[in-house]
């Protein structure tokens, strides 16, 4: 049984189905945001929001997947597609890489965000770790989402979400290059440590929880691919002068970034290559 019934009307949910699904999707080879994706199962006419949706990668695959693929004279109606992000820059990168796809690019955030029975699915992918207010975030969400409609997140999750990235944060807090200035960071993510607290902070929001997994996902990179993968979100909170209350300088940068390099190759095994472990936690949960 899937979320959609033939007709693209939601039906009710089969718990263990779900759950058995995400069991044939959770493979280690596979990127986190598509097997949300493939859990989602978003129709044709799904309106679709794609919260947190940064330069629009992902919203422009949901885009596709919302166009029906039949001879135009017998297309339908296709469902609305809007991504919003708090960050100006992404969004008018995804507006510019979005050009003549009707996709809707908003900067908001989500805790200001204020629709109303105005989606039929909304995507959260990795972006959870940034809300500021996380129970404000999922009340905005269910108020969204019209009766029967889901949310799916993905996000890292626990205080040692990357036990690779904290090994290479250890190295930063013990350097005497730049010890004396981490220690005025303050962290800027959300974490949970367990699923069961995550269900609970979407139930106590009025939401039906349909799976709530913590899962260790493990892939391999070379130590260069790794440090992209660390520049590409942990280093924004890392570097983010926001997140100090000292001055943050061009000499801590620059050591910084290259502790965190260094460590990252000797993580590296005999092959050259290192294991990166990621602790995520995938959620789907449906309004009722």
Known sequence: MCWLENNNQISKVDFSKIANRYEDYSLVQKSA?????????IGDNDD?????????????????MTTPFNPPLLRGNKGVVVGIDSSEGMIQEAREKSRDLDITFEKRSAEEMDYRDSFDVIFCNSVMQWFKEPHSVVKNCYTALRKDGRIGVQSPAKRVYSPNFKMAIKKIREDPRTKDIFAHFKSPWFFLETSDEYKDLFENNGFKVVLSKIESVKTIYTPEDVFKIFSSGAIAGYLNQDFYDVKIDDDYTVNFTQI???????QANNNGEVELIFNRIFLMASKE
Not at 33 to 41: S, V
């Open 33 to 41: 945001g598509d097997i949300l994706l493939n859990l989602l199962e």
């Open 48 to 64: 679709v929001l794609d919260l947190g949706c940064g330069v629009g990668n992902l919203t422009r695959k949901i885009r596709e």
């Open 260 to 266: 965190v390099k260094d460590a990252f190759i000797q």
